[in-house]
């Protein structure tokens, strides 16, 4: 064979196993965005959830959501499905920024014109004072996936992580591969951190050392700082009236961070709580605020760090959530409804 001919022949089987791997992924749809892909048995596979929770969020099974960051991963869907007779998909990502939040949020509810109920978590994600709010973290955001066109999306699909993952789902078909997320998103992510350990929980709790007397601040919302800028605001009361109607009970739950937490910014929640209540009122939707003094932020056992909360936790309060929006108004000493 002369050189001409090699060349040939060697650029032909790059054309061929470069048309053959895009065509993989295109048919195996590893994300689930592709119109003509094969009908797979498909599963969240990403390990990044911006990629994983889009399929979701366009999912007609479900008829309720939790948008929020990895503070309200834990509350396990199927509890509340029994709970609230409803269908929820728990759609919170870990570290989402507020816009990445309300990127998942629009996207639900532009496909689910009629939900039951929508929580949406209220935590660090939305009390940050700053004038220009901050998008993305340091994980891939694929914007390309958050609108209605799916025959665009196949332009960002010829990557090494489309195929990686494409090879991910084929290994979870062929049953050599758990889901990375359940197909309501919910994963229980404290079974990566081992035992749970008091003396390691202690030093995340208090890194500097357990200080005496300290108590968890009632944070009751108060306006004392008109000047301050909660840049997220604005993006939240934007789409809460885009979106209001859609949702029988949309619901805003302030999360229970732990109380020495707490006390290192309480005047920043203070001020954050105020203006967050005053959207809600102007959205008609309600409020749920963990973000106090009670039996679950003053408890060390209740936390594995600062800002997450134990499955046992979790539990309580779903329950605390679900006993809320059948009967509104039915307060509990570990929160405040408004």
Same mark, same amino acid.
């Given at each position: ?57 366009? $999912? ?39 816009? *990445?939040?309300?990127?998942?949020? %629009? ?8 939900? +039951? ?10 009390? +940050? ?16 996936? @958050?609108? %209605? ?16 993952? /494409? ?24 079974? %990566?951190?081992?035992? @749970? ?31 301050? *800028? ?39 929640? /203070? ?28 408890? %060390?056992?209740?936390?594995? $760090? ?28 570990? @929160?405040?409804?408004?």
């Amino acid at each position: 064979m002369g050189s001409r001919a090699f060349i040939r022949t060697l650029l032909g089987a790059f054309v061929v196993l470069t048309l053959g791997t895009y065509l993989l992924i295109l048919l195996v749809d590893p994300y689930c965005n592709v119109p003509f892909s094969l009908p797979l048995d498909r599963a969240p596979i990403s390990t990044n959830q911006r990629f994983a929770y889009p399929t979701l969020a366009r $999912d007609r099974a479900f008829d309720s959501v939790i948008i929020g960051s990895s503070t309200l991963r834990l509350l396990n869907p199927d509890n509340l499905n029994t709970a609230l007779a409803a269908s929820f998909a728990n759609l919170a990502m870990n570290s989402a920024t507020a816009y *990445e939040q309300m990127r998942l949020y %629009d996207l639900f509810m532009r496909h689910h014109q009629e939900t +039951k109920f929508t929580v949406i978590g209220i935590d660090d994600s939305w009390c +940050k004072r700053e004038s220009v709010i901050e998008k993305y973290t340091f994980r891939q955001f694929p914007e390309w996936m @958050y609108d %209605d066109n799916r025959w665009n999306d196949l332009f960002y699909l010829f990557n090494d992580k489309a195929l990686e993952n /494409t090879v991910r789902l084929l290994e979870y078909i062929g049953g050599a591969r758990r889901a990375k997320y359940e197909k309501n998103g919910y994963r229980d992510f404290t079974v %990566d951190f081992g035992g @749970y350990d008091r003396d390691v929980v202690a030093k995340r709790l208090y890194p500097k050392g357990r200080p005496s007397g300290t108590e968890v601040p009632v944070i009751r919302p108060r306006s004392d700082h008109p000047e301050w *800028e909660f840049a997220a605001h604005a993006l939240l009361e934007k789409s809460l009236r885009e979106h209001n109607g859609k949702s029988a009970q949309t619901v805003l739950v302030f999360t229970p961070m732990h109380g020495a937490y707490l006390v290192k910014s309480s005047k920043t929640y /203070t001020e954050c709580k105020a203006r967050i209540l005053h959207i809600a009122s102007t959205s008609g939707v309600r409020v749920l605020d963990f973000m106090v003094d009670s039996t679950i932020t003053a408890n %060390d056992d209740n936390y594995w $760090d600062p800002l997450h909360f134990t499955s046992d936790t979790a539990r309580v309060i779903e329950g605390d959530i679900a006993r809320e929006l059948l009967s509104p108004g039915s307060t509990s000493e570990r @929160y405040l409804a408004y």
